[in-house]
């Protein structure tokens, strides 16, 4: 709920008119939807850390990693979000 409150804030912010709650699936996404649609995740990892962060994420470990994120204090969650964000093609 947490993530969900900062992504409509920002969004408010920016002047984002809509939001699409794609995946992951989540029980309380269920509540404010009619439909679900299977979702997939794809990766090119271009440089040895994407391809090290591949395995990490879509090697079996997906949960578990979640699962330990989830646990960091949300100042924690904040800066690793920061970092994470996309960044323009060179």
């Known amino acids: 709920m947490l993530h969900i409150e900062e992504t409509i ?3 408010i912010a920016s002047g984002v008119r809509e939001l699409d709650f794609l995946g992951p699936d989540a029980p309380y996404k269920r509540v404010w939807s ?14 040895l ?5 591949e395995k990490a994420v879509l090697g079996g470990n997906r949960a ?21 964000q996309h960044r323009p093609a060179r």
């Open 9 to 11: 804030t920002h969004c």
């Open 64 to 84: 578990r990693l979640k699962d330990l994120l989830s646990r960091l204090p949300h100042a924690v969650r904040h800066r690793i979000a920061r970092r994470l």
């Open 49 to 53: 850390m994407g391809r090290i962060v």
């Open 34 to 47: 009619d439909a679900a649609i299977t979702v997939n995740d794809y990766v090119l990892a271009e440089t």
